[in-house]
């Protein structure tokens, strides 16, 4: 665990990538898993301090997206364009969510969203989004 950054597109494009266990790191640099056509599943550990700019985009494969509590912030385009994305999590502890989080992911189901966020949550999606069902 003395893994604490994971840099800007790190692992960009690594399309044989299925499964990641995020150490407890602080920082990921934007990008650092986009591109990762066949990744499944992601926990997004508490310690990190934001999902970067299009972190996980174009993930394809995703269908199931766990954030932490102690998670601060979801930056733009975080989850962008991740096609069979169904099921997000987010806690309490997120203060801020950017813009078109969710753009172009048509098959999301659910999102839980702390009530704070909710208003003004259109803007996590976009027009090819289907809206998802909403919960606390």
């Known amino acids: ?7 800007e597109e790190a692992f960009s494009g690594c399309h044989l990538l299925g499964e990641i266990r995020l150490p407890r790191i602080v920082e990921m640099g934007r990008e650092a ?3 990762c056509f066949n990744l499944a599943k992601v926990n997004v550990p508490g310690t990190l301090r934001a999902v970067p700019r299009r972190g996980f985009a174009r993930c394809w494969s995703l269908s199931a997206v ?9 930056e733009d385009e975080a989850f962008s364009e991740c096609y069979n994305l169904r099921h997000v999590e987010i ?4 203060e801020r969510v950017g813009d078109l989080v969710f753009k172009d992911c ?3 189901e659910s999102v839980r969203l702390p009530e704070r966020l909710r208003e003004g949550c259109e803007r996590l999606f976009n027009k090819y989004a289907r809206l998802p069902r909403l919960y606390s």
Do not use: C, Q
């Not at 665990?1 to 840099?7: A, H, N, Q, R, T």
């Not at 806690?91 to 997120?94: A, C, L, N, R």
């Open 1 to 7: 665990d003395s893994l604490k950054e994971i840099g």
């Open 33 to 35: 898993f986009a591109n």
């Open 66 to 74: 766990v954030v932490e509590n102690g998670v601060k912030e979801i």
């Open 91 to 94: 806690p309490d502890s997120v």
């Open 106 to 108: 048509r098959a999301l």
